[in-house]
């Protein structure tokens, strides 16, 4: 027996994108019955496009923030789907992958 | 069973991207705040990361704007000597036509003799034809082929249907309205008497959600998926301004969502061409219209080819025309050549060694004022009153709040669009509890009256009631308004006054902790360069008081959301005369000792009356009182100097023959509720300057510049600069670009004249009784007549500071790099007097006079 057994399967969704892009990804969230999610804003990093800057102290939009959603798996494929869609226009990274959960009525 | 979840989950995969398509396509479109939260945007924000050239060349397929100034215009400022040959050659030098592979171009044609050929072509090649809108709807395709008006139809239907569901104020809300715009549309259009009966017939099959509407109409329309973009990016431009004004209440206020908008006008235009398709004509088009090419006349728009970016065609090269220019690379000349003049003028005025000097005399008092043009004649003019030291910071003082006035009115953002309010602060009573209590009195009995008033007004049988009631006193009322405003004004004033005692009041500032007041107190100090302290800093917000004006919040502080800025000075007043954030920020690293003799003092200017208010004077000691009721004096004769100065500008303004009239006659206009040019708000602005104001001071540069004050020695780890070029700098551009394209296209992206306007509550104004929400700046923000007032230059960013540090900031902000890289802004710099200025480019650094020699 592992810890798996005892414990719930889901799809973990990690977005980041910018500021102004959050919106978009909050309503996708909610349109496909995702209930929760976390949000780091002013994240920095490195990516294709070269170093992107993490907080700026006067400017929320310009900065990128990481949104990270755990769900079923029958609701993520519309989230996936939806995500792809902004990112085939718009700058940022999308991962996803299996995960487990303890309380699979949180993510209900 | 299986097949049935597999279909299911097709289904919410569909429905999830057409959603994230809408949105994308949106993106084209601008922002439109509602009237009582104007601020300037840029217009064409969705294209900034393109260059500005391909930006405007996208737009015009979009919309069918123009860009540019009309190409006779630059030659009429060639000929006037505003536009001069060296600076015409210069901009053909630094845009060379390229050669027809693209590449660049043969020696050979880069001789004088060329040259004086291509000044020759820009001032006598035959000029086109303005292009219009080539990007069409589905309805606008089909007005094409079949003689139709289905797009003005359609048109109608949805600003209707818009206006009576985002008309919140209107006393008639629409039923069902909390069923959104789309739920509340389903409902109640079968019921539309205007709609012949087979039309309601097929719009009461409608499905219950939109996006599965927008998905139904897509199909019937037989639109592939790849175009659903394009389609969505037509439906959202044939109404800018009412879908502008959608995308802001979706991102906001998430009560209408944008696929509600694009699930009415699709659903139109599949029942409105079924009704058509019924007749033999419709019945051929059918067959070889939208079905079949699907084109929707967008075959030329380069999104097709590419949806991720729109066309960034070099300019010159295939696309010569009759000459080497075509018409788009004749007005990126003339544009270039025309900012160039402006620019070398600004450049050649700033201090040399001057600028790094320390100063004489050690000022009486400071005055910290926006960096809102408007500020710099102000600034001048109080400098001339005495030893007086202004500084420049973003008006809303580094303070991001929501605001709860006193008067219970409602709470406000008071700060830039670019952040949320990160504390809530209130202003409180400091007098008795009986000035309370007969305040609060005061202000139940005044709104009583006004919403009684308000409601008789707008109930359909009161009106007639109140009309026979009091109709005899408003005749008079409104004839004393209109030929004496300041008598007016005045006597309000006075009924206002003895109606609401209004007490002394401060500023709590209990929601803000103690940590985020220090910070709040480091970055603000840091960030203006301020480091050595005057008995007296004063910090001077600023507001504009007008009277019927729809467009006052345009006048007022861009920094504070609109709003005016007095409460964002008071609360950094407070917190920099806090005795524990004294404290705080005189230890550790960047020390800032401030004397205890110094006090704070917040103040406000009316950018209209020009009159400066020192707030919360009851939190002035006795220490400082003389010193105050000096300053209070100065800034009086500073605010008539700065009138007289702009009476010459202002149209019908007297010549003033004293001071005191010409701030006469400035605060007549305010009050004047048929004044349509109350002051020129921003109009001119074209240059940013971040330096030390010693750079700037004893010039007179015609309120054309944003002054933000910094000084690079201050800031060793770059963190203010970084935090004025993404923030005040993207603001400032903002309204660069929201002066330019309003003056370049007053219809489209300008709103056209007040005199015709109609506000919808605060939504906005339309020109005339129906039509579209209007986008931008009235005419009367830039022009007199036909004569342009605001001349459209992009902005110039000038920054005293070492030039790694500067391109570092630039390189690590990609929104920041793209405004440079595709000259939205153009970024000029240098760290020592003793230097050239040298500009950024894509490849580095470079002279600024590079071109200018041959």
Redo the contacts between chains.
């Keep these: 027996m592992t810890y798996r057994d005892e414990l719930a399967p889901m799809v973990r969704i990690e977005v980041v994108v910018n500021g102004d892009d959050v919106a978009l990804v909050r309503d996708l969230l909610q349109a496909s019955g995702v209930g929760g999610f976390t949000m780091v804003s002013g994240v920095a990093g490195l990516g294709h496009a070269g170093y992107h800057q993490g907080s700026l102290l006067f400017n929320e939009h310009a900065s990128q923030a990481l949104l990270l959603a755990v769900t079923p798996a029958d609701r993520a494929d519309a989230l996936i789907a939806g995500v792809r869609t902004l990112l085939s226009e718009r700058p940022g990274v999308m991962f996803v992958s299996d995960c487990y959960v303890g309380r699979p009525e949180y993510f209900a | 069973m299986t097949t049935v ?1 597999a279909e299911q ?1 097709d289904l ?6 057409v ?3 809408a ?2 396509a949106s ?1 084209v479109v601008p922002v439109a705040r509602p009237l009582d939260e104007f601020v300037a945007v840029n217009p064409l924000a969705g294209f900034e990361d393109q260059a500005f050239g391909d930006a405007v060349h996208a737009a015009q397929e979009l919309y069918g704007i123009r860009g540019y100034l009309p190409e006779t215009s630059y030659r009429a400022l060639y000929h006037q000597g505003r536009i001069v040959e060296a600076d015409l050659r210069w901009a053909i030098r630094t845009r060379p036509p390229l050669e027809p592979d693209g590449s660049a171009p043969h020696p050979d044609r880069q001789t004088v003799g060329a040259e004086s050929a291509l000044v020759d072509e820009l001032l006598t090649a035959t000029i086109p034809e303005p292009a219009s809108r080539s990007v069409r709807t589905a309805a606008e395709h089909h007005d094409a082929a079949m003689g139709t008006d289905l797009a003005l139809e359609i048109d109608q239907h949805a600003i209707r249907w818009c206006a009576a569901y985002l008309g919140a104020e209107a006393e008639w809300r629409l039923p069902g309205r909390e069923a959104g715009l789309y739920g509340a549309w389903r409902d109640l259009v079968v019921l539309d008497p205007t709609l012949d009966p087979g039309a309601r017939r097929l719009l009461s099959r409608l499905p219950e959600r939109s ?1 599965d509407a927008v998905l139904d109409a897509l199909e019937r329309l037989g639109v592939d998926p790849g175009q659903h973009r394009c389609v969505f990016r037509a439906e959202l431009s044939a109404l800018p301004g009412w879908a502008a004004h959608i995308r802001w209440r979706a ?1 906001q206020h998430h009560d209408i969502d944008l696929l509600d908008y694009l699930a009415m006008r699709l659903s139109y235009t599949t029942v409105l061409v079924d009704r058509i398709s019924d007749t033999a004509a419709g019945r051929a088009w059918s067959a070889t219209g939208l079905g079949g090419s699907a084109s929707f006349g967008m075959s030329e728009a380069p999104w097709l080819d590419d ?2 970016r729109f066309g960034s065609a070099p300019t010159g090269g295939g696309d010569a025309g009759e000459g080497t220019l075509d018409a788009r690379h004749r007005l990126d000349i003339w544009q270039a050549a025309l900012e160039r003049g402006f620019r070398s003028q600004l450049l050649d005025s700033l201090g040399g060694r001057r600028s790094f000097e320390e100063r004489a005399v050690e000022p009486d008092a400071q005055i910290v004022c926006c960096i809102d043009v408007r500020s710099e004649g102000l600034r001048r003019a109080i400098e001339g009153q005495g030893r007086y030291e202004t500084l420049g910071f ?1 008006g809303f003082f ?1 303070v ?1 709040i929501t605001w709860e006035p006193m008067s219970g009115g409602g709470a406000v953002a008071s700060c ?1 669009a ?3 309010p990160r504390h809530t602060v209130a202003e409180s009573a400091t007098g008795s509890v009986r000035e309370m209590q007969r305040y609060r009195r005061g202000l139940d009995g005044e709104s009583g009256a006004l919403d009684g008033l308000h409601d008789a007004k707008s109930t359909p049988g009161a009106a007639f009631v109140l009309a026979e009631a009091v109709g005899w006193i408003t005749g008079p009322a409104a004839a004393l308004r209109t030929v004496a405003p300041r008598r007016w004004s005045r006597a309000t004033r006075w009924v206002h006054r003895r109606a609401v005692a209004e007490p002394a009041s401060g500023v709590e500032l209990d929601g803000i902790p103690l940590t985020d007041r220090i910070l709040t107190a480091r ?1 603000a100090l840091t960030t203006m360069g301020l480091g050595s302290f005057a008995p007296l800093v004063v910090l001077c917000g600023h507001t504009s008081s007008t009277a019927a004006n729809p467009y006052e919040a345009a006048l007022r502080c861009g920094a504070c959301g609109g709003h005016t800025g007095g409460p964002n000075a008071r609360v950094l007043a407070a917190i920099l005369n806090d005795a524990e954030v004294r404290e705080a920020i005189r230890r550790g690293v960047g020390a800032i000792e401030i004397p205890a003799g110094t006090l704070f003092l917040a103040a406000e200017h009316d950018t209209t009356s020009d009159t400066v208010r020192i707030l919360d004077p009851g939190s002035i000691p006795p220490t400082h009182r003389g010193q105050v009721d000096r300053l209070r004096g100065d800034l009086d004769a500073a605010g008539e100097q700065h009138a007289a100065e702009r009476c010459a500008d202002l149209p019908g303004a007297p010549e003033p023959r004293h001071r005191r009239h010409a701030r006469r006659h400035v605060a007549r206009r305010a009050n004047d509720w048929a004044e349509t040019f109350p002051e020129w708000g921003l109009a001119g602005n074209a240059a940013f300057v971040v330096g030390p104001r010693s750079m700037t001071s004893g010039l007179d540069l015609q309120r054309r510049v944003f002054l933000h004050s910094y000084d690079a020695a201050l800031d060793q780890d770059g ?1 203010a600069l ?2 004025i070029l ?3 700098l ?1 603001v400032a551009q903002w309204i660069n670009c929201q002066y330019y394209f309003s003056s370049t296209d007053p219809d489209v992206f300008g709103s056209g004249t007040k005199t015709v306007h109609n506000a919808i509550g605060t939504v906005g104004v339309l020109a005339g009784r129906t039509g579209d929400l209007q986008l931008g700046l009235p005419r009367q923000s830039i022009a007199v007549g036909d004569q342009l007032v605001h001349e459209p230059l992009r902005l110039l960013a000038v920054v005293v500071a070492p030039l790694e540090r500067v391109a570092s900031i630039i ?6 790099r793209d405004l440079v890289a595709g000259e939205w802004i153009t970024v000029v710099a240098r760290a020592d007097p003793d230097d050239e200025w040298a500009t950024w480019t894509v490849q580095g650094w470079a002279d600024h006079d590079e071109g200018a020699r041959r």
């Design positions: 979840v989950h919410d995969a569909r429905r999830a991207r959603r994230a398509e949105v994308l993106r996006d991102e949806p991720g973003a580094g991001a830039p670019l952040v949320s970055t963190l970084e935090t993404t923030a005040p993207v390189d690590r902000n990609p929104s920041l």
